[in-house]
Each structure stands twice: as C-alpha cells, then as structure tokens.
C-alpha cells in the first residue's frame, strides 16, 4: 500500500521513509487499518537506557546537559529536527517518529544516581533537549514530573522548554524550584493561526493554551520566555510582531527565535508535509529556506543553521529585536543557582 496517497490527518508526517540505519524496516501496514485511512493508535513501547543525563557539545545550545524521558513525539511537528534520531532505535523518521514512542521509566532512577556521583559538577539540565517531555502520554506516566521531584530533592538547577500546556500540572513543584532560583521554562510558539498549527503542529496545546500556560507560569513565579520557533519563510514569518506582543501580554520576560532548519530525513518529511498542505506555497517556501542556509537546506553549520545568514536571516533578526524593544521584552532569566546542590537527601546517599 502507498500511502504516500492517502493524506494522513492529524499527523505532521504524510508517509513513513526508509531507515537507513537498519534492514529492518517497519512497514505502514503495520498501523493503518485495512482501508488504508485510519491510523491505528499510538504504541509505546518501554526502552532500557542506562544513562539519561547526556552533555550537550553543541554551541547552539545554552546549557551543557540535557535529558529526555522520551524519544519519538506524538505532537507531530513536520518540521522536527528530532526526527532524524528515530532511525538509531530502528524505526524511521517520517510517521513511526509520531506513532511509536519509546519511553524511559527508568530515568528517574538513572538520573537520581547520576547526580548523586562524587563526580557530579552541577550545571544546568535542560529537559527536553530532543523531544518533548510534556508530550501526551507524560500525563499518564508522569515520567518528567518524578524528574522535576528528584531535581527539586536534590536543589539542581533545570531548564523546561515545551510546546505544550501540561507543564501547568507541575506548577506546584516549579513554584519550589523557583523560589530557590533553580528553573526556567520556554514556551515554544510557532504561530497563532490556529488552521496553519493544526496542520503543522497537529497534537499540540492551540497557540491560546500555551499563551494562558505563560501566564499561569508567571503569576505562579515561574521565570518564562516565549521561543517563535521555528519561523518558516512564507508560512509564519509575518507574525513576530503578533506573538511577541501576545507574549508580553501574558507575563514572558523575553522572546527568542529560531529560523527553520531541515536537517537529514526532516528535510523529505517536510517537502512532502508542504506538497499535502500547502502544495502552492512549496517551491517558495524550500526556496527562501535555502537560501537562508548559504543555499543548502541541509545546513549544519554552528550558528548559521539556527539563525540562517543574508538579508532574509537580518530581516528576521531586526524584527525580533523591534518586538523586543516595542513590548518591552528584554528581560534576562535570573541566574540559576548552582551553589545550593545537595547530591545527598538526607544525610545518605539517595536510592531511588
């Protein structure tokens, strides 16, 4: 079966790809009903890690650790760059990136240990730095927020960045963390038009509950920035000034932005996502992308595929900072507190 023809609604991939990394390949019949147009519901399936705590080399990112109780998302977002490590679990990174979730019961523990080592040096952990942790079935297995617990035991530092409005369940553990100045979250918000997300970003929180989850977040202490990411040429690039301006008026600090990338399979996910949705708009959309990118879309070089470079990149640029500065926007995060850590609970070494 091709299904490639048949339009996937609900998910940000239109089909699944071949996974380069192993001869073992999962074929779509596998989730789809005999029809062909109903997809079989999402399956997760337990993985045994032995860390969770990874180091971050990467100059894009502001912290040095991060850690993911989950990989694969069923948010869905076309244009993940996450998606090109579904391949390693020996799945693909078109629909099985959204369908088959891989979960991590064991990361509390694994993280409980890793910073109770003599070796530990504190620095900020940034949950998620891949997937995102407050995806669907975290309110389920409430997998981060036994995360959140450990950190606040141990007084830790950790940044939260998501794109869904679950994180307000663990207002109450943040409030503790906030206080002692060891957290900040990021708000990911793509666009306010609520057809273009549905289509892009289809298992999100609509762009009102994460504006209301800012909120909530700062009447509750909580430092929060807003994160327009990623902006896509001729798609959401017109709507900075708006976010921006949503954000100041719902308590953010600050915004952020980052500029499309597609590296790796993400680039087929998203040509093929943009064929289904926004069949006219493709070639200008893959167009501007490119040329944003030194005229490659598959851009990996440090800074320039976060930020592209060239007028376009500039435009972008200069426009974040006016909003910045028209809203008053500009606040820093408040420095976390590394000095507090306590790698015992208790007077003893922690079991988890």
């Given at each position: 079966?091709?299904?490639?023809?048949l339009?996937?609604k609900?998910?940000?991939?239109?089909?699944?790809l071949?996974?380069r990394?192993s001869?073992?390949?999962?074929?779509?019949?596998?989730?789809?009903?005999?029809?062909g147009?109903?997809?079989i519901?999402?399956?997760?399936?337990?993985?045994?890690?032995?860390?969770?705590?990874?180091?971050?080399k990467s100059?894009?990112?502001?912290?040095?650790?991060?850690m993911?109780?989950?990989?694969g998302?069923?948010?869905?977002?076309?244009?993940?760059?996450a998606?090109?490590?579904?391949?390693?679990?020996?799945y693909?990174a078109?629909l099985?990136?959204?369908?088959?979730?891989?979960?991590?019961?064991?990361?509390p523990?694994?993280?409980?240990?890793?910073?109770?080592?003599?070796?530990?040096?504190?620095?900020?952990i940034?949950?998620?730095g891949n997937?995102?942790?407050?995806?669907?079935?975290?309110k389920?297995?409430?997998?981060?927020?036994?995360?959140?617990?450990?950190?606040?035991?141990h007084?830790?530092p950790?940044?939260?960045?998501?794109?869904?409005s679950?994180i307000?369940?663990?207002?109450?553990?943040?409030?503790?963390?906030?206080a002692?100045?060891?957290?900040?979250?990021v708000?990911?918000?793509?666009t306010?038009?609520?057809e273009?997300?549905?289509?892009m970003?289809?298992?999100?929180?609509t762009?009102?509950?994460?504006?209301?989850t800012?909120?909530?977040?700062?009447?509750?202490?909580?430092?929060?920035m807003?994160n327009i990411?990623p902006?896509?040429?001729?798609?959401?690039?017109t709507?900075?000034?708006n976010?921006?301006?949503?954000?100041?008026?719902h308590?953010?600090l600050?915004?952020n932005?980052?500029?499309?990338?597609?590296?790796g399979e993400?680039e087929?996910?998203?040509?093929?996502?943009?064929?289904e949705?926004?069949p006219?708009r493709?070639?200008?959309?893959?167009?501007?992308?490119a040329?944003?990118?030194?005229?490659?879309?598959?851009d990996?070089k440090?800074?320039?595929?976060?930020?592209?470079?060239g007028?376009?990149?500039e435009?972008?640029?200069?426009q974040?900072?006016l909003a910045?500065?028209?809203?008053?926007l500009?606040?820093?995060f408040?420095k976390?507190?590394?000095?507090?850590?306590?790698?015992?609970?208790n007077?003893?070494?922690s079991?988890?």
């Amino acid at each position: 079966m091709n299904t490639k023809s048949l339009p996937q609604k609900g998910r940000g991939a239109q089909s699944n790809l071949t996974n380069r990394y192993s001869k073992l390949n999962y074929d779509d019949k596998e989730f789809l009903e005999e029809e062909g147009a109903k997809i079989i519901q999402t399956k997760y399936i337990e993985v045994f890690p032995k860390t969770i705590v990874n180091p971050v080399k990467s100059a894009d990112i502001p912290m040095d650790y991060s850690m993911n109780p989950y990989e694969g998302c069923e948010h869905g977002c076309s244009y993940c760059y996450a998606r090109n490590t579904h391949p390693y679990w020996g799945y693909n990174a078109g629909l099985d990136f959204e369908r088959v979730i891989l979960v991590k019961k064991n990361a509390p523990e694994l993280l409980r240990k890793t910073i109770s080592k003599k070796t530990w040096k504190v620095s900020p952990i940034m949950l998620s730095g891949n997937t995102d942790c407050y995806q669907p079935i975290e309110k389920k297995l409430e997998i981060s927020r036994q995360l959140l617990q450990i950190l606040l035991e141990h007084k830790h530092p950790v940044g939260i960045i998501t794109k869904n409005s679950l994180i307000q369940r663990d207002i109450d553990i943040l409030q503790e963390l906030a206080a002692l100045n060891l957290v900040s979250a990021v708000i990911s918000i793509t666009t306010l038009n609520e057809e273009l997300r549905r289509k892009m970003e289809p298992r999100t929180s609509t762009a009102q509950k994460r504006l209301e989850t800012v909120e909530a977040l700062t009447k509750a202490g909580i430092p929060v920035m807003v994160n327009i990411a990623p902006i896509i040429p001729g798609l959401n690039d017109t709507e900075i000034f708006n976010i921006a301006k949503a954000a100041a008026e719902h308590g953010a600090l600050n915004i952020n932005y980052t500029i499309l990338r597609l590296p790796g399979e993400v680039e087929q996910v998203f040509t093929n996502w943009l064929e289904e949705a926004f069949p006219l708009r493709k070639d200008k959309v893959l167009h501007q992308v490119a040329s944003i990118h030194g005229g490659s879309i598959q851009d990996q070089k440090t800074g320039r595929r976060m930020r592209g470079e060239g007028a376009f990149a500039e435009s972008i640029r200069q426009q974040v900072q006016l909003a910045r500065n028209k809203f008053s926007l500009n606040n820093k995060f408040p420095k976390m507190n590394c000095d507090i850590f306590d790698p015992k609970v208790n007077g003893q070494m922690s079991l988890f």
